[in-house]
DNA sequence: GACAGATATTCGCACATGGGAATATCTGTA
DNA sequence: TACAGATATTCCCATGTGCGAATATCTGTC
């Protein structure tokens, strides 16, 4: 494959990963997996001002990872593919494999 | 589960995806998956200064995400856990899915 | 100890990111 | 048009991030 071509691809595929590095935007990503919900539905559910969930949904929408449908004065937002969940969710196994490996070695030392 | 607990986990996922969020670790990643190496042969193999390889290697292993073991002068990384792979491919897929829908939106509007 | 190779760290800088506050831009309705 | 609710954007600030350059800290060998 061409070396800058490729460059460009992972840049791409760093940007969806820069999607998912904020806690928030992964509490959004689990909650419009539960279901599509509208902003205000979202700040509710997260406890978290209209303006901060806008400024991330924007940057989830802008790649790809949600999609957002106007119903009335509504924007309904929605997880753009499940394959998201998917990855966070092997993320999260790798988390939990890692701490309890980390605890364990912590009561060894103690 | 108690929502400041739940906080700090998401805060810890959150920082495993930042360390993916780079095109240069994401190359990292894929490169150890392929089979460990040093830190000169990663330089080589992704032409790449060594003390960049370092700074982006430090912060891998801080979250768990390389393994780092010494053999006389070399430290050889590995991945530590072929779920980031997985997990990365994933997110490889919704990229590819995402722009060929892109394109093919763009051929259709042209 | 002296030296060379391998790896890690520090410094300085340019740039991106997140958030609060305020405001602007819609949309539907009267 | 006026108004209220929903959503998006902007400004400002504090903080984080990545990198080049230089330097420091190992490790093995002589």
Do not use: W
């Not at 999607?19 to 419009?32: C, E, F, T, V």
């Not at 997260?46 to 303006?51: I, K, N, R, S």
């Not at 753009?80 to 701490?99: S, T, W, Y």
């Amino acid at each position: 494959m061409d070396k800058e071509l490729l460059r460009q691809i992972n840049q791409l595929h760093a940007e969806i990963c820069g999607g998912l590095s904020d806690p928030k935007r992964i509490a959004i990503l689990y909650s419009l997996a539960d279901k599509p919900q509208s902003v205000n539905e979202l700040a509710a559910a997260l406890e978290t001002p209209q303006p901060t969930l806008s400024r991330h949904l924007k940057i989830l929408r802008e790649r790809g990872m949600v999609t957002a449908e106007r119903d009335g004065a509504n924007i309904y937002y929605a997880l753009a593919d499940k394959r998201i969940i998917k990855a966070l969710d092997l993320l999260r196994e790798v988390l939990g494999d890692h701490l309890s490996k980390r605890s364990a070695l912590a009561e060894a030392i103690s």
